[in-house]
């Protein structure tokens, strides 16, 4: 069953998240000629709808998990960890300058900027509605970062309302 894909630089391959049967959802890569798949996450590594972020140059995928930010190779390879991450650490985005990780990207706040190789972190940008009024919801994992990390866009929900105030009635 697909779930949701995204395409590699190449623009003949596209990186997809399915399941197979009843199994917990993995990333695959397609040849969209229809030459190829292969199993680019390891069974047993769930992958969620948002927690994963392919590299500008499409050969890592960066993948939230249980122990923090995992690295896969998409042609193959040991997996690697990113250092300075944790469980509750989630991929939000990858950039050319590194990888964009959330602490709780349920709400509006910090994403951080971290090296995979080093697991040093900055701050990248401090997300925050300029209208705060009536935001009931900001998930950061809506994020979408141009390659360069100088645009970006994620969505709210906002929800607002009149209050009638009736003075004089009995």
């Known amino acids: 069953t697909l779930l949701n894909a995204r395409w590699l630089p190449d623009g003949r391959r ?3 998240r399915a399941r197979n049967g009843e199994g917990r959802p993995r990333l695959y890569v397609l040849d969209v000629d229809g030459n190829g798949t292969h199993a680019v996450t390891p069974d047993g590594v769930a992958v969620g709808a948002t927690g994963w972020s392919l590299s500008p140059d499409g050969r890592m995928v960066a993948v ?3 122990h923090g930010a995992e690295l896969f190779a998409v042609e193959g390879g040991a997996p690697g960890r990113v250092p ?6 989630r991929v939000v985005g990858w950039i050319e300058s590194g990888l ?4 709780d990207p349920s709400a509006a706040g910090a994403v951080f900027l971290v090296d995979p190789a080093t697991g040093r972190r900055s701050t990248w940008a401090d997300i925050q509605p300029r209208d705060p009024s ?8 809506s994020l979408v ?16 309302s009149d209050l009638y105030l009736v003075t004089g009635w009995r």
């Open 14 to 16: 596209v990186m997809v």
């Open 64 to 66: 939230s998990t249980e």
């Open 84 to 89: 300075n991450t944790s469980g509750h650490s």
């Open 100 to 103: 964009l990780i959330s602490d």
């Open 134 to 141: 009536g935001i009931m919801h900001l998930n950061l994992s």
């Open 145 to 160: 970062v141009t390659p360069d990390g100088r645009g970006y866009g994620y969505s709210w929900h906002r929800a607002t």
